[in-house]
Nanobody, 118 residues
């Protein structure tokens, strides 16, 4: 089992910045990729950014150039630096850990609210 605990959400004005953190514990050796998803009211959960165990990253088009995902393997922590925030970035942000073995499985954090005011 893997447990994920997010922190760093909050209220910020448009154009501002926030950094989200997600600390993983438990069977962290089973984790392959780590990522951040978000879900706005009335919308489906969507991928924001993902980083593989080798450090490869991919981003949603809507956040490219503004958000940066990184991971500290020694601390089992993944970060999401969010700059130039827009009101449309308002959502609950969820940390995700992808396990490949013994079977594909996704772990989720409890979510952290990010609200961007205009």
């Amino acid at each position: 089992q893997v447990q994920l605990v997010e922190s760093g959400g909050g209220l910020v004005q448009a154009g501002g910045s926030l950094r989200l953190s997600c600390a993983a514990s438990g069977s962290t050796f089973t984790i392959n990729a780590l990522g951040w998803y978000r879900q706005a009211p009335g919308k489906q959960r969507e991928l924001v950014a993902r980083i593989s165990s080798g450090g490869s990253t991919n981003y949603a088009d809507s956040v490219k150039g503004r958000f940066t995902i990184s991971r500290d393997n020694a601390k089992n922590t993944v970060y999401l630096q969010m700059n130039s925030l827009k009101p449309e970035d308002t959502a609950v942000y969820y940390c995700n850990a992808e396990r490949l073995a013994p079977s594909l499985y996704d772990y989720w954090g409890q979510g952290t609210q990010v609200t961007v005011s205009s």
